[in-house]
């Protein structure tokens, strides 16, 4: 079938207004074609916007008709180039953004079953509009989606208590690669009924199908949340903490996020309307971001609070401390935190790492990883920061001060990723936490994973997509 057929029957399916190609002068396709990170800008043979399940199911069946590949694209958040077409102009984008409905909230099963182009904020939103907390949290909220956070098994700042998007889930509705729809959206807790293919789909990163629906956890709102910004003399200490927050808040403990000061300085850098705390402090390596969800009540929740930061400053893994006094004030303490990765990125290209290491073991691979970057690439800038709570670094790289970023990034990114991926080997760490393996960590994928775990995913995706047009190249080579 040529392009040119295709593309007519795809605006018989979606409606004209829904089909974007580069013949349409009018047609802006950039926001589709370019990633968040600026890695890599793709060409599309078009970009698709479907309204609802039967017409992505349409829609998918004429592609596979005419043999034409599909990238499923939610927000376009994603960190590691999966939802951006690649430049051989032939690849249909599926933008999920049109449907975008919470289709329903049953209290009584704390569910809430939603369209996948829905925004991670207005999914939160909606929730607590009913009553309900859903507590899938992390900057990108406003944009990304939740199909892309079940395609990538996003994390976020609440995994300490409430887990990945994959723990939060309890059904799909998922079209095949061949177009047919599986409506898995039950909503049952428990359903031992052969091969969970929930989460076989939660994390492929649109490579076995496009997730059109799911049913997601809700939890009850708590009655008091309470942020602290602590200033702490070592990661070893901050990993103190951690081990203190578990005992005296037990559950309670729903965030606990980890900030290098050289992180922290990029923010007042390049948001110097943002006022972190302990900048001035020479003896202040790290910061941290906790917080405590409580479910009897503000006092309550102060009480435990409060004593634990005590027993942590008399035990010295914590050298100060600030406990917001507000909501107002605890968001500001989490927006500095969430503006980390914006901070970064505006002070250039860089070399990101979302890796998973023992939480016992992190100041140790920090160390050693460090010594060894400095040594080999003098004067690289180490952008430490991440989920501490769930052991999830970004050992971010940086190029050093005054140098050309572009040119270090093509010189330099293999050397400094085997530094790192090595060590996270030897650590039995993992190489990519949250943010998936896309096109721009796949090889590296091939190369630290078991031959045995590559193969039983390669015979996965040959049963369920032997013609590769799903999201082909991302995550495994395949042909
Ligand atoms: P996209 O970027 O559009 O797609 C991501 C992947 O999912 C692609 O492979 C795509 O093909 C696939 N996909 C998208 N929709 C579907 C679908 N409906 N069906 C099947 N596959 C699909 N990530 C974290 O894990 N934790 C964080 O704390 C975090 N913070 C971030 C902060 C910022 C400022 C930014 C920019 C990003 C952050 N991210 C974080 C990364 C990103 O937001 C997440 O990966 C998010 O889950 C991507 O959602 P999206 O809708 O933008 O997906
Ligand atoms: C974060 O934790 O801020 C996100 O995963 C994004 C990032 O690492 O840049
Ligand atoms: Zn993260």
Redesign the pocket.
């Known amino acids: 079938m040529s392009n040119t057929l295709l593309i007519a029957q795809l605006r018989s399916i979606v409606g004209s207004t829904n089909v974007l190609t580069h013949d349409d002068p009018a047609a802006d396709l950039r926001a589709y074609e370019q990633d968040?990170r600026k890695r890599e800008h793709g060409a599309s043979l078009a970009v698709v916007r479907p309204a609802n399940t039967p017409e992505v199911a349409a829609v998918v069946k004429a592609c596979a008709a005419a043999g034409a590949s599909i990238?499923?694209?939610?927000?376009?958040?994603?960190?590691v180039v999966?939802?951006t077409p690649d430049a051989s102009g032939t690849q249909v984008v599926l933008s999920?953004q049109r449907m975008n409905q919470v289709r329903t909230i049953d209290g009584a099963n704390l569910t809430a079953t939603v369209d996948?182009?829905c925004v991670l904020q207005a999914i939160q939103e909606a929730c607590e509009t009913a009553g309900f907390l859903f507590p899938l949290s992390?900057?990108?909220e406003g944009?990304?989606?939740i199909?892309?956070?079940?395609?990538?098994n996003?994390?976020?700042?609440q995994v300490v208590r409430y887990g990945n998007t994959r723990e939060l889930c309890l059904g799909l509705e998922v079209v095949t690669p061949q177009g047919e729809i599986w409506d898995g959206l039950s909503g049952l807790r428990k359903d031992n009924t052969g091969y969970d293919l929930r989460h076989l789909m939660i994390g492929s990163?649109?490579t076995l199908?496009?997730?059109?629906g799911a049913i997601m956890k809700l939890y009850p709102l708590p009655a008091a949340q309470l942020t602290a910004f602590a200033a702490v003399p070592s990661l070893e200490a901050a990993v103190q903490l951690l081990g203190l927050a578990h005992q005296h808040l037990s559950a309670g403990l729903t965030g606990f996020e980890v900030m290098g000061q050289f992180a922290l300085s990029l923010v007042t850098k390049h948001f110097p309307q943002l006022r972190v705390p302990f900048q001035d402090r020479a003896d202040t390596p790290y910061c941290v971001v906790l917080e405590n969800s409580d479910q009897e009540s503000e006092t309550h929740a102060r009480e435990r609070f409060e004593r634990l930061l005590e027993v942590a400053l008399e035990q010295g893994c914590v050298q100060d401390a600030v406990v917001a006094e507000s909501i107002t004030q605890a968001r500001a303490l989490w927006h500095i935190r969430?503006s980390i990765?914006?901070a970064q990125a505006q002070e250039g290209l860089n070399i990101k790492h979302d890796i998973s290491i023992a939480v016992s073991r992190i100041p140790e691979f920090v160390r050693l990883a460090d010594a060894q970057l400095q040594a080999a690439f003098p004067g690289v800038r180490l952008v430490n920061y991440g989920h501490l709570g769930d052991g999830n670094l970004h050992y971010n790289v940086q190029a050093p001060a005054g140098s050309d970023a572009e040119a270090f990034l093509r010189d330099d990114e293999k050397g400094v990723n085997t530094i790192v991926y090595d060590m996270v080997d030897q650590f039995r760490g993992s190489i990519s936490a949250?943010?998936?393996v896309?096109s721009l960590k796949r090889e590296k994928l091939e190369q630290h994973k078991s031959p045995v775990a590559l193969g039983m995913m390669r015979a996965i995706k040959q049963a369920l997509d032997p013609k590769n047009t799903m999201?082909p190249g991302?995550v495994l080579s395949f042909k």
């Open positions: 968040w990238v499923p694209q939610g927000g376009n958040t994603g960190m999966g939802s999920l996948a182009g992390m900057a990108s944009s990304c989606t199909g892309g956070n079940l395609g990538t996003a994390g976020g700042t990163e649109g199908g496009v997730i059109t969430e990765p914006l949250e943010h998936g896309g999201n991302r």
